[in-house]
């Protein structure tokens, strides 16, 4: 409909109806209803003398459109979205660097005034090109896969089957979207923290939809932790889901202290070591061995600095 309106308003003449359902590829009776809906359309204050002025008479459409009779044109921050969304599909394993997207960037890029590699670089993170394939070809062809998986939250490395469906990249890194069997539900998996993929066989038809999972879905019964958080700890704020409690009175005037809910101890070893003096511990709930996590790693990291030989 945006590109119709200055189309038919080009024609002074007006246009056979058939002639306009052919060029965008509706029937009349979708024209009629569009049109239809055009007559509405219109700027502030949408008094009749500011709305879209649509004649039809003997199967023949006129336009008038006083405030919309050019083509719309992108922003310049519209045609710098573009300009990444395109470089970060260029950046996918296997893309065609000398194909139509690649050859339609390049014109954009010179409209934009933005040159990728130089004022905007795409990094999409790391991931194995041959591990992407074959989980990007099990989503495809719905086969189920066994990988060797290293869990960050457990600190430990687990084998699973899982049976993808996506793979997609976020925040900077690549995720496999599947149901695992092992945990009998919906999990996402980073691909630079799988270390091998075997085709296992075809995978079942499950009543699931993509994009249903989270990295981590927090459960009522998950354990919390409490910080009070200094200034130069509040970036912690921004990356990590939170709930921020308000005139605590343990904390000082310069501390603002706030609830996570807690994954797994290792998760919260490496939080509280990447703090290190800017978060205090107030309070632990669920899981009273969690009280101590970050001294305890601490002393357990600097134990083998001590111990290791001088060279």
Same mark, same amino acid.
């Given at each position: 409909m945006l590109s119709l309106v200055p189309w038919v308003a080009s024609h002074d003449e007006g246009?056979?109806?058939?002639?306009?359902? !052919? %060029?965008?590829?509706i029937t009349e009776r979708q024209l009629l209803g569009d049109l239809d809906v055009l007559s509405f359309?219109?700027?502030p204050p949408f008094t009749p003398d500011t709305l879209l002025d649509v004649r039809i008479e003997a199967d023949r459409v006129w336009i008038r459109p006083q405030w919309f009779d050019r083509p719309l044109r992108l922003t310049a921050e519209q045609g710098l979205a573009l300009v990444a969304a395109g470089e970060s599909l260029l950046a996918v394993q296997g893309a065609d660097a000398d194909g139509p997207l690649a050859r339609a960037l390049a014109k954009l890029s010179v409209v934009v005034g933005v040159a990728p590699g130089r004022q905007l670089d795409v990094d999409l993170g790391a991931a194995d090109r041959e591990i992407l394939?074959?989980?990007?070809?099990?989503?495809?062809?719905?086969?189920?896969?066994?990988?060797?998986h290293y869990s960050a939250n457990r600190h430990q490395?687990? !084998? %699973?089957?899982?049976?993808?469906?996506a793979v997609h990249n976020r925040a900077g890194a690549w995720y496999v979207e599947a149901w695992c069997q092992l945990a009998d539900d919906v999990r996402q998996f980073r691909l630079d923290r799988i270390a091998s993929v075997v085709d296992v066989g075809e995978a079942p038809t499950r009543d699931v939809e993509a994009g249903s999972s989270e990295r981590y879905n927090p459960q009522p019964e998950d354990p919390q932790v409490t910080l009070a958080l200094a200034p130069t700890g509040r970036w912690v704020l921004e990356r990590v889901d939170h709930r921020v409690v308000v005139d605590h009175p343990a904390a000082a005037d310069d501390e603002v202290v706030a609830q996570f809910t807690v994954s797994g101890r290792a998760w919260l070893e490496r939080l509280l070591l990447q703090l290190g003096p800017a978060a205090r511990v107030l309070d632990v709930t669920g899981d009273a061995a969690l009280a101590n996590v970050g001294s305890d790693a601490?002393?357990?990291?600097?134990s083998r600095y001590q111990s290791a030989p001088l060279p």
């Open positions: 246009v056979p109806l058939a002639e306009v359902a !052919e %060029r965008f590829g359309v219109g700027v394939e074959a989980l990007t070809t099990a989503a495809g062809t719905q086969r189920a896969v066994r990988i060797d490395r687990v !084998e %699973r089957v899982i049976e993808p469906w601490a002393r357990r990291i600097l």
